[in-house]
């Protein structure tokens, strides 16, 4: 009987790779369009070098503040796989933080002076201390209160709807408790606001800041001391686990909700100190200083691949200097680089949705 004959064994059809259209036409059109800018600026220059270098100078300080941010958002999604639009204002607590620091010491007297200008170096440290702390509690404890209840929850949205709620209700209290006008840092004299160095060129004169080489430098050893700390250290090595596996970490003995909790702490730190730095850099802020930064960070944490350490630092630096370097480059008013910044998140999520260095499977341990 027929029934009874083996069936012949058919090998698989070979699988037809299908191109996605829109992501190579949205490609073409972008490469052509810079293609053209760049010929444009080869052929009628608008800017000179010095002016060049002075956006590049800009780009390198902003870009190290939003690499500390994005970091937090990448250690915050390697572990919960959340992202925490609550964490750029984490990174505003942290500049107020250093602003009542530096506001207390100015009037704490030391003989003739203040502790601010007599012991300046000890001053900005207490100042990162404490807005590093202040910071750092605020992650843990919103990770307690509106994050760890959720984290079962049958609702995939509910901990990103309860982000979103928590960053409205901290710019909501810090609005209440300091008020909606703009504050001014009161740096020390070591590091005042507008002084540094001026470079001479033949075509004019750059002006290197001392709050912008300061800022800069702590991003980098920041960055560079947090990739060690999660590769050599047994917290370190325990977050990449949970960032891989949840389960097999737990059988081997992690502590799910501790190292959470120590995740959430440390991206704290880290948003503490570019709050400190973002307000001795820029002087000017309020309750909403970290909204926009934070949104922009998260653009340089997916432009670098989310959940990936180095990727959030290299995303960092990308966008903070294509988005000083990119009205001039292009052509446009210097208002619209918010612009520049959000519309190169649309062109990642559509050209490589995985980041410059992230894989499909995006994690802390994948480098």
């Known amino acids: 009987m027929e029934a009874d004959k083996p069936q012949e064994k058919t090998s698989p059809k070979p699988s037809v790779r299908r191109i996605n259209w829109l992501r190579l036409i949205v490609g073409i059109l972008t490469g052509s369009y810079i293609l053209y800018r760049i010929i444009i600026q080869i052929i009628r220059p608008e800017y000179g070098p010095v002016y060049w270098l002075g956006f590049l100078n800009t780009g390198l300080i902003v870009g190290g503040m939003y690499s500390l941010i994005a970091i937090g958002y ?84 509910a901990p990103l709807i309860s982000a979103v709620g928590a960053s409205i209700f901290l710019e909501t209290a810090a609005q209440i408790m300091f008020g909606a006008n703009k504050k001014t840092y009161k740096n020390p004299d070591l590091l ?55 389960k097999t970490a737990q059988l081997m003995g992690i502590n799910l909700d501790q ?47 989310i959940g990936n350490i180095p990727g959030a630092m290299a995303g960092g630096m990308i966008l903070g200097i294509v988005e000083s370097v990119g009205p001039a480059f292009l052509g446009i008013d210097f208002q619209l680089k918010d612009v520049i910044a959000f519309t190169i998140l649309i062109l990642v999520l559509i050209l490589k949705p995985s980041g410059l260095l992230g894989k499909s499977s995006a994690n802390v341990e994948k480098v």
């Open 74 to 157: 990448t250690l915050v999604y390697g572990v919960m796989l959340l992202i925490n639009f609550a964490h750029g204002d984490i990174m505003m607590l942290g500049c107020f933080a250093g602003y009542f620091t530096f506001e207390y010491l100015n009037f704490l007297k030391v003989g003739d002076s203040n502790f601010l200008n007599t012991y300046p170096v000890l001053a900005i440290i207490l100042a990162f201390l404490i807005g590093a702390a202040v910071s750092a509690g605020s992650g843990y404890y919103l990770e307690k209160i509106a994050y760890r209840p959720l984290r079962n929850s049958p609702v995939r949205l």
């Open 192 to 246: 005042a606001r507008g002084s540094g160095w001026n470079i001479q060129m033949d075509e004019g004169m750059i002006i290197i800041t001392k709050t912008g080489v300061f800022s800069l430098i702590m991003a980098v050893i920041l960055m560079v001391g947090l990739y060690f700390f999660v590769q050599k250290t047994k917290l370190g090595k325990s977050i990449r686990a949970v960032s891989q596996d949840k």
């Open 259 to 305: 190292v959470t909790s120590q995740t959430f702490i440390i991206s704290g730190v880290l948003a503490g100190a570019a709050g400190v730095m973002w307000g001795i850099h820029n002087g000017l802020f309020n309750h909403y200083v970290g909204f926009l930064p934070g949104i922009k960070a998260f653009t340089a944490a997916v432009l670098g691949g």
